[in-house]
């Protein structure tokens, strides 16, 4: 006969934290039950803080089976919870709840994000929700997010290595090997959904990247019906102008966009003071620059996509996007040059160089992109073609005068068109075998052509142009590189998880001059192992431990050897002889959420590289291309510098000092090792940046962002330092939006209240009833000067979050 559960005056208590089990961000508010487990009725429950800890006090004796819920999540069961005389607390540690993902109506309901969102292999930085952004590009973005750092010039490095592999959308662009600094300065921040820096690819990206992967993710909204917006910014810097139009009416959707930036015209001073020596030491060059450029930038870029969801399980999307972008310069610079003996002045010769230069890219890609769901649960098959296609053409001419810049000595114009065409084919199959284990396969075929022609002309005596074949030339490069891999994700002890794969690359690349003359590229092949573990300790705390082994194949612009003399005495040149980089890295990260939303992260890494690739500078007295000479020249030349070592520390966090300000800092320190030909080099380099926000109401918010950039660390010294900063506010005017609040009445039932909210300039609407307890959305769409309110059935969705 059965008897009744210990009622006994002591009660036992059951503890716990839920969390995304994506982000590993906590989860505010979700409702935990808990029934007994011999009549499945429900006895107690509770709810999470903004911390996602719970504690569901009170409990008798007995055996229990918990149930874990919350809107837009899986539900989560834990059963055999057991609460005696012995055991009176039990911990059942952190709580990982997957989401659903599910809607009804066309607004899915989901958690606020934050600004940045950490990983266990990759930081999240989500635009949108930062002010300061706004009205910027690409570059901007890039400049706050941890482990990242962007110089004056607008390079980019992560954790120190500028060898980035950026992507659009998770898919390459030849457009990226143009010129990276003009691509990043033509997106406007204004299109940007989110970046992702991925520090520790596994093995189902490609093995390029020895600095990681930036992948910017651009907007695109899965909201029924018609939706969109427009935004624009002027200023004294940069101008610039975006729209989004979306639509989708039951299983099909369709998104355009288009943007457009402009970099206003700026002047900037120079100067520079060199001095060599001959190896016998018995003459000295000394060469004195200073003098003025302007510069003025624009860019442009467009896309328009499809996405047709066949039924339930099959999906095919179809994307196409065009861009385009150009730079212009022009300047005056006054040169000394002066050859010393070791009895004094054996040559002083004054010049004034008078440059002009431009750069212009245009190109297109598209993309078809099918997958397949199984009946077992996240099965999937995964197939993507893109293409991508530019043309660019550079230009530069000058000439060099006499002091008083009357006549002219000497002058060189050159032209560099070229193209490029990248065809991308990838397989990825996906197996779940159990809640614990999920295995990827995959292949992928990546096929690049590249063509450049190189036209220089020298001035006559008769101030004319004349085409110069001895110094003109062309170069066909065509690289594919085929690849497969195999991975596996599993959980370990109930807190560990681990994923770890291996990729293999084979790389066939031939290129050719169009004097006949072939370059020896020898064909290899490359394994590339990583692994992640990633374990949480208590609630609020999660340690992880990364390594990959990766490669940075040389870019479109590192190869090209068009020789730029637009400042003869200073040369710079491609070199389509360089072999990739390997790199080997390890990184440990450690992470604290604090109980009123603060948050820590630590990140420890060290980095070994062979071949590094870097541009060197070599001093030539007399530099002979074709039948001129030039004198005094110092060549900037892309080689293969040797061994460049990394190892570093990065510290961010955010503190909400109160419910208005929230601060947001990072600092990055690394030590620098390189070695090249005898010479050595050694290095700390350091960057830090602070950002506040202050929510003056709920219309108004004012941000401040500062950044400063110590010099960096090269073969042959250092670059200089830099600093920025940036002060926005945004005020909501006209506009109206719509909110969705959840309170749970009772943790015994199926049953929350449901508070819809709207609200605008003029106008303010609240409504409260009670609904079950599920997966559910509310849409509401502005029409003639009303707002309607429409319900209907629900439809899958991969948004993670939307909008207003």
Do not use: C
Not at 175 to 201: A, M
Not at 627 to 638: P, Q, W
Not at 717 to 744: D, E, P, V
């Amino acid at each position: 006969m059965k008897t009744k559960q210990n009622v006994a005056a002591a009660k036992g208590k059951i503890t716990g934290r839920i969390l995304d089990s994506a982000s590993r961000q906590p989860i505010g508010f979700a409702t935990v039950t808990l029934r007994r487990a011999e009549d499945n009725k429900i006895i107690n429950g509770a709810s999470t803080g903004d911390n996602g800890v719970f504690a569901v006090d009170s409990v008798s004796n007995g055996t229990f089976i918990a149930t874990f819920n919350f809107i837009g999540y899986k539900k989560l069961v834990k059963k055999d919870i057991v609460i005696s005389d012995k055991i009176r607390k039990v911990s059942l540690g952190d709580i990982l709840l997957p989401e659903m993902n599910n809607q009804i109506g066309t607004v899915n309901v989901t958690r606020q994000k934050n600004v940045i969102e950490n990983k266990a292999d990759r930081i999240v930085y989500n635009v949108d929700k930062d002010v300061t952004s706004q009205g910027g590009v690409a570059t901007d973005v890039l400049k706050k997010i941890p482990q990242v750092s962007v110089d004056i010039d607008g390079n980019v490095e992560v954790q120190g290595n500028s060898n980035i592999q950026f992507l659009i959308n998770g898919k390459p662009s030849t457009i990226f090997g143009n010129n990276l600094t003009d691509v990043l300065q033509s997106i406007p921040s204004s299109q940007i959904e989110k970046i992702e820096v991925i520090t520790s690819p596994g093995a189902k990206y490609d093995a390029e990247g020895t600095g990681g992967i930036v992948n910017i993710v651009l907007k695109k909204s899965k909201i029924e019906g018609i939706n969109g917006n427009v935004s624009g910014s002027l200023g004294t810097r940069l101008e610039n102008g975006s729209f989004n139009l979306n639509g989708r009416k039951g299983n099909f959707g369709g998104h355009v966009s288009f943007s457009t930036n402009n970099a206003l015209q700026s002047t900037t001073l120079s100067s520079l003071n060199s001095k060599t020596s001959n190896t016998a030491g018995d003459t000295t060059n000394i060469l004195t620059q200073s003098g003025h450029s302007a510069f003025l930038r624009s860019g442009y870029q467009g896309n328009i996509g499809f996405d047709w969801d066949i039924n339930p399980k099959n999906t095919i999307s179809i994307n196409g996007g065009f861009n385009g972008f150009s730079h212009d310069g022009n300047g005056s610079i006054n040169q000394q040059a002066i050859t010393q003996g070791v009895m004094g002045n054996i040559q002083s010769t004054s010049t004034i160089l008078n440059n002009t230069n431009n750069f212009g890219s245009k190109g297109y890609d598209y993309s078809l992109f099918y997958k397949k769901l199984f009946d077992k649960d996240k099965e999937q098959l995964t197939f993507l073609y893109s293409s991508s296609n530019s043309s660019d053409n550079s230009f530069y001419q000058q000439t060099s005068n006499t002091a008083n810049n009357d006549t002219v000595i000497s002058g060189t114009k050159g032209e560099n068109p070229g193209s490029s065409k990248e065809n991308s084919f990838s397989l990825d199959y996906s197996l779940p075998v159990n809640k614990d284990i999920t295995i990827e396969a995959g292949a992928k075929a990546d096929l690049l052509a590249i063509a450049t022609t190189s036209n220089v002309y020298l001035l006559d005596q008769g101030n004319n142009y004349i085409y110069n074949s001895s110094q003109s030339n062309s170069l066909t490069y065509n690289r594919n590189i085929y690849a497969g891999y195999i991975s596996g994700s599993f959980v370990l002890w109930k807190d560990v998880n681990v994923k770890a794969g291996l990729r293999y690359e084979r790389t066939v690349t031939n290129a050719n001059f169009g004097t006949g003359e072939s370059v020896n590229i020898p064909d290899y092949s490359t394994l590339a192992p990583s692994f992640v573990v990633s374990k949480d300790i208590g609630h609020d705390q999660t340690l992880k431990l990364a390594y990959n082994h990766r490669i940075q194949r040389p870019r479109y612009d590192e190869l090209n050897p068009f020789i730029n003399a637009s400042d003869p005495r200073n040369m710079s040149t491609g070199n389509p002889e360089l072999q990739p980089e390997v790199s080997d890295k390890i990184e440990a990260g450690y992470n604290k959420s604090f109980d009123k939303g603060s948050n820590l992260n630590i990140s420890l890494f060290y980095q070994y590289t062979t071949h590094d690739i870097q541009s060197f500078v070599t001093y030539y007295p007399k530099y002979t291309v074709g039948d001129s000479t030039y004198n005094n020249v110092n060549l900037s030349k892309n080689a293969n510098v040797g061994l460049d070592t990394r190892t570093g520390l990065n510290i961010s966090g955010s503190v909400p000092f109160t419910s208005k300000l929230m601060v947001r800092g990072n600092i990055s320190v690394y030590d620098r090792y390189i070695a090249y030909n005898g010479l050595t080099n050694n290095g700390v380099d350091y960057r830090m940046n602070l950002n506040a926000s202050y929510q003056l109401d709920s219309s108004f918010v004012a941000e401040a962002f500062g950044n400063f950039n110590s010099p960096r660390t090269t073969i042959q010294g250092k670059n200089g330092s830099w600093s920025s900063y940036t002060l926005a506010i945004r005020k909501l005017i006209m506009h109206k939006q719509g909110s969705i609040g959840i309170t749970a009445t009772d943790p015994f039932t199926q049953y929350v209240n449901l508070t819809t909210t709207l609200s605008g300039t003029n106008f303010s609407e609240t409504s409260v009833r009670k609904v079950p307890y599920q997966s559910f959305g509310i849409s509401f769409t502005y029409k003639f000067g009303k707002l309607e309110f429409k319900r209907d059935s629900g439809r899958e969705s991969n948004d993670e979050e939307n909008g207003d």
